[in-house]
């Protein structure tokens, strides 16, 4: 029997992770949405594709958690996305009860599966997942640095002129305004990018890289970024659905790596079927260090304010 994935949310991201899963053939799935009727709409639009692009995944909508029931990976992206001059904190308090109800709702009807978080703000909504699913910390992660060192690669790969898949660029830190893109720790075609830009050049893709998701926002102005985000969460899948332990920089609960502890944050992790099968440490300079202790800050307010809502 094929894997089954379910994917909270059946709104741009939910219904992109959706279909890219179902193309890889990898698995059946289930699109959940509290509006009646889209995750239906769209399930058999995509079961429909199945005979053209040559895939045999089966799709199903609905609005009914019993669905659920026996998944191997679920993928919540239920939540409201970003407006333009929303910071991805203003969607807390909403985003904070959405993932309370939709995590109890996996407690209940999938217990033994694996969650992957891309609701924003990623990192604390992650910590509310793992908090109100009561669920082991490795088997609940979070999306979205891997988003942001596509970003980034995409970005460097622009300027040098380079296939992009030749870029290994790494991003640590919280999915936000704090995020930690490591230059140390970025190459292309295994040459550190140092050698091949100048600082200033670095420092602009850095902090393009921080702003890459207002960049899209601002140019959407009704909603956020899909299209890469869901690319991220359908490669995490697959690495779990898998077991290729591939090292993906991932929202992790920390452990006492990197001198942190109790919160989950982005750092470089093995994915496999187990969720996150064991954090990676890797050499970093002081200032990123610090921009990592930084991150852990700001996440950690979150948090506290999320216990209190
Ligand atoms: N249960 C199930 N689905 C819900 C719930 C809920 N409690 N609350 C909202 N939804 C659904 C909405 O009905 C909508 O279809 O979540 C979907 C969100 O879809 P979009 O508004 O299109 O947002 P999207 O762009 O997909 O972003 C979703 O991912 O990247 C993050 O910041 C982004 O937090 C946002 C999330």
Not at 103 to 121: D, M
Not at 288 to 301: R, T, V, Y
Request: hydrophobic share 40%; net charge neutral.
């Amino acid at each position: 029997m094929k894997p089954k994935v379910s994917v909270i949310g059946a709104g741009n991201v939910g219904a992109e992770v959706a279909r890219r899963v179902a193309e890889k053939d990898l698995v059946n799935v289930v699109l959940l949405d509290i509006v009646e009727g889209i995750p239906q709409g769209k399930a058999l639009d995509m079961l429909q594709a199945g005979s053209i692009v040559g895939y045999n995944s089966h799709i199903m909508g609905t609005n009914d958690y019993a669905d659920i029931k026996d998944s191997d990976v679920v993928v919540v992206t239920a939540g409201l996305a970003r407006k333009p001059g929303m910071s991805r904190d203003d969607l807390l308090a909403k985003n904070t009860a959405i993932i309370k109800s939709v995590s109890e709702n996996i407690k209940k009807h999938a217990p033994n599966s694996i969650i992957l978080i891309v609701t924003n703000p990623l990192d604390t909504m992650t910590y509310v997942a793992w908090k109100a699913s009561g669920f082991d910390a490795k088997k609940v992660l979070g999306m979205a640095p891997l988003l942001d060192l596509a970003r980034m690669s995409s970005f460097i790969a622009l300027e040098l002129n380079v296939p992009v898949t030749e870029v290994k660029a790494t991003v640590l830190g919280t999915h936000g305004d704090l995020m930690v893109p490591v230059p140390s720790q970025t190459k292309v075609s295994g040459k550190p990018i140092a050698d091949l830009l100048p600082k200033e050049k670095i420092d602009k893709i850095v902090d393009r890289t921080r702003k890459g998701g207002a960049e899209i926002v601002g140019h959407l102005k009704t909603g956020s970024a899909y299209y890469a985000p869901s690319a991220a969460a359908a490669h995490m899948v697959e690495a779990i659905l898998k077991d290729t332990k591939e090292t993906i920089c991932s929202s992790v609960m920390s452990n006492g790596q990197y001198g942190l502890n109790g919160l989950y944050i982005g750092l470089p992790a093995k994915i496999g079927k187990n969720g996150v099968e064991e954090i990676v440490e890797i050499e970093l300079t002081d200032e990123e260090k610090q921009a990592l202790k930084k991150s852990a800050e700001a996440i950690m307010a979150n948090n506290e304010k999320c216990v209190k809502l």
